[in-house]
């Protein structure tokens, strides 16, 4: 599974920005997408996911002013988020977490990584 991600930038606390990720290759494999994010110096933490279900989760530091969603779990997902602050600030990866039926263990695809930086 490759995926691409887009979006993030610069923006002003309290301003808007949107990510988008899409997923190629074997999709059929997808059981849940989502962002998760590295800020300087610290782990990676998750953000939001979405199950091929629809089902969503959110970290809670992020829940009320971010919104996960997607046309179609298995291949694309976006993550709009508002209000954001200084400590959204990092790189955000896009996530897919495919099903190997020959191990029968969860797989882990990342995409690049896009910086999202908010100012003071």
């Known amino acids: 599974v490759q995926l691409q991600a887009s979006g993030g930038g610069l923006v002003q606390t309290g301003g808007s920005l949107r990510l988008s990720c899409a997923a190629s290759?074997?999709?059929?494999?997808?059981?849940?997408m989502g962002w998760y994010r590295q800020a300087p110096g610290k782990q990676r933490e998750l953000v939001a996911t979405?199950?091929?279900?629809?089902?969503?989760n959110y970290a809670v530091s992020v829940k009320d002013r971010f919104a996960i969603s997607s046309d179609n779990p298995k291949t694309t997902v976006d993550l709009q988020m508002n209000s954001l602050k200084p400590e959204d600030t990092a790189v955000y990866y896009c996530?897919?977490?495919?099903?190997?039926?020959?191990?029968?263990?969860?797989?882990?695809?990342w995409g690049q990584g896009t910086l999202v930086t908010v100012s003071s």
């Open positions: 290759g074997s999709v059929f494999t997808v059981n849940s």
């Open positions: 979405i199950t091929s279900d629809g089902s969503t």
């Open positions: 996530n897919a977490r495919t099903w190997n039926f020959r191990t029968r263990a969860f797989v882990d695809y």
